[in-house]
């Protein structure tokens, strides 16, 4: 197991505040060399591009929290909603960059790519299941719901799945860094196949050893 400081819980609040702020530095600063001319000769596509990209990030990070706690120790469970959360925004802007400044309000045509462009079709669909999501991500969701609300947020993988095709889709080829993104999000999602039966052998040795250290 990785030993990692444990933080105060004193802290817990102010590390989840800044995360939201240190999750969102690369939009604002993606959006400053829009702005500035720094993105080349198609701001637009390439800021709509990398905000996309950070989507995916973000979600890939939200998958790997469990991962983490399972076969590392490590305890991030705390960070995960924020992470999610983060996604989403991102999400948003990247669907909002599109609409407002490639289509600039062009609802039909916004309307003819869902309907005639798969990768639009795929990446406006996880944007519709992220709503769900994003809107019942707060401890009154999760008492009032039960568990209806894990079921509800099992969708995550549906979208990871989706947004990986999406981007594979809207890149047209696999050079290196798609390619590790998707096999992040195939590994993460490989893993939810296998936790169950890796997690029951795991409690089995631990009960195992567990008379062994009694004597």
Request: hydrophobic share 60%; charged share 10%.
């Given at each position: 197991m990785i030993a990692i400081p444990a933080l105060p819980r004193r802290y817990h609040a102010a590390s989840?505040?800044?995360?939201?702020?240190?999750?969102l530095c690369p939009a604002?600063?993606?959006?400053?060399?829009?702005?500035t001319g720094g993105l080349g000769f198609n701001p637009v596509k390439t800021f709509e591009h990398v905000i996309g990209i950070w989507a995916l990030r973000f979600i890939i990070a939200t998958l790997a929290i469990t991962p983490l706690r399972d076969l590392a120790g490590i305890n991030w469970v705390r960070y995960r909603r924020a992470l999610g959360l983060i996604a989403f925004y991102y999400v948003v802007i990247h669907f909002a960059v599109?609409?407002?400044?490639?289509?600039?309000l062009n609802f039909a045509a916004v309307g003819g790519d869902i309907v005639k462009r798969p990768y639009?079709?795929?990446?406006?669909?996880?944007?519709?299941?992220?709503?769900p999501l994003?809107?019942?991500?707060?401890?009154?969701?999760?008492?009032r719901f039960g568990q209806g609300w894990i079921k509800l947020h099992r969708l995550i993988y549906l979208i990871a799945a989706g947004g990986a095709?999406?981007?594979?889709?809207?890149?047209?080829?696999?050079?290196l860094v798609p390619f590790i993104?998707?096999?992040?999000?195939?590994?993460?999602?490989?893993?939810?196949?296998?936790?169950?039966p890796l997690m029951d052998r795991k409690r089995a040795r631990r009960n195992l050893s567990a008379p062994a250290r009694a004597r």
């Open positions: 989840i505040w800044a995360l939201y702020v240190i999750g604002a600063w993606y959006f400053y060399q829009a702005a599109y609409l407002l400044l490639d289509l600039q639009i079709t795929i990446g406006f669909a996880c944007l519709l299941m992220l709503i994003a809107v019942t991500s707060n401890n009154w969701s999760i008492r095709l999406h981007y594979v889709l809207a890149v047209k080829s696999v050079t993104h998707v096999a992040l999000i195939a590994l993460l999602l490989a893993y939810r196949a296998v936790r169950k």
